[in-house]
């Protein structure tokens, strides 16, 4: 088997599943799954073809270490207890995380490829110099930040994209891409 997606439900009961006899795994999707760190660590680590991992709302997780010569994309999503990630991934292209706070990283991983950053809570000078600190000083191509937002609009200023810009403090990449999803409506 080279493919497991998990899926673990909050109304059923858990059960246990051996996955430890798939050495030839490459592609790994956890979600809603309530690993802790030691738990997460000792799974991933069984895995050496590893080139593809998802993890998705698993809020017990709060320092994940990664080390893998295979790993080629990484993903977290929604991962609200997420502290602490230490990746050493030498021929990792893809990095992506979503959440609303950035945690502390220690990176040894080029992604030369995209790094991409999703936010749909506040963020301000101190969010973007979390995400820089994130990054580190490794030369990415591509950045990718999304920032999403629901906005009530009752006579307040209209939100002025250069804001974003002056926030920003200078990232070490290659291109930057903003994508900006607003949604205002009035009270």
Do not use: H
């Not at 088997?1 to 430890?20: A, G, N, T």
């Not at 990664?66 to 999503?77: A, E, N, T």
């Not at 995380?97 to 999703?118: H, L, M, Q, T």
């Amino acid at each position: 088997m080279q493919k497991i997606s998990l899926r673990f439900s909050k109304r059923e009961p858990s059960c246990v599943i051996d996955i430890s006899k798939s050495p030839l795994l490459k592609y790994l999707d956890l979600k809603d799954a309530n690993f802790l760190d030691e738990e997460f660590d000792s799974i991933v680590s069984k895995y050496p073809l590893l080139e593809n991992l998802s993890v998705s709302r698993c809020n017990f997780l709060e320092k994940v270490i990664i080390s893998s010569i295979q790993l080629k994309k990484l993903k977290f999503v929604n991962c609200s207890s997420l502290k602490d990630i230490d990746i050493d991934t030498p021929n990792l292209v893809s990095f992506y995380y979503k959440g609303n706070s950035v945690p502390k990283s220690s990176i040894n991983a080029p992604c030369s490829g995209d790094v991409r950053f999703e936010n749909e809570g506040a963020r301000n000078t101190r969010w973007f110099l979390y995400v820089k600190d994130f990054l580190g000083v490794n030369q990415i191509e591509d950045l990718f930040i999304t920032l999403k937002s629901e906005k009530v609009m009752m006579d307040e200023e209209p939100y002025d994209i250069d804001d974003v810009n002056k926030e920003l403090p200078e990232l070490p990449l290659g291109n930057l891409y903003f994508r900006l999803d607003w949604l205002c409506f009035e009270a």
